[in-house]
């Protein structure tokens, strides 16, 4: 049985440096959201279960589904969050499942990146979590940035997350990305490394 490391952090916090390095180094890396982006394509399994939900009216033209429109309807209403939460939840967590279970025969370690990690309870998967942390404002700043959104609407995306700082305590290692690309990946290479120091003070 390979030993598990599950990756996670929040809108802009830099997860996605972290497992590139990762991969560049040779390790498995499972991207959640790549696997649900697989999903939702024409005849996946979510994709159903989406349109049978919300009416072919969130589907574009060529039959793929328009994200930016479904993003808006479940963040539009709590009941649509939880709809959503639940449902395409369950699916997911049964795909990601069946990809823990083939690569735990094949890797020494190997890496599941899961962004709503702890608030869908999949702590219990892993050996060790690790969290890409940034400060509340940095984050803030990055995510408006990377997605032109305006202050306010970065601002609600990021409320209905949980916090960085409520995801600290939870996790077994902290990488403090407030600094630049290298000194977040020097952190990297020293867990790899079998670095055992907290970070979480």
Partial sequence: MGK???????????????????????????DADAVVHQLQKPGGR???VLVQHFGQE???????????????LIFSKTEEREWSKS???????????????????????????IPLLFEQDYANWFDETWLVYVDRDV??????KRDHLSKE????????????????SLASH??????????????????LDGGEHDDRD
Avoid at 58 to 72: D, V, W, Y
């Fill in 4 to 30: 598990i490391i599950g990756i996670t952090g929040g809108i802009a916090s830099g997860k996605s440096t972290v497992t590139t390095y990762l991969r560049q180094q040779g390790f498995q890396v499972v």
């Fill in 46 to 48: 979510l994709y159903q």
């Fill in 58 to 72: 969130i589907l574009l033209k060529n039959g793929e589904l328009n994200r930016p429109l479904l993003a808006s």
């Fill in 87 to 113: 449902t395409q939840g369950e699916i997911i967590r049964e795909e990601l499942a069946a990809l823990r279970d083939r690569l735990s025969q094949t890797e020494a370690i190997f890496f599941m990146d």
């Fill in 139 to 144: 984050q803030l700043e990055r995510f408006m």
């Fill in 153 to 168: 609407v970065a601002e609600s995306r990021l409320s209905a997350q949980w916090s960085l700082e409520e995801k600290k």
């Fill in 174 to 191: 902290v990488l403090d990305n407030n600094g630049n690309q290298d000194q977040l990946l020097d952190q990297v290479a020293f867990l």
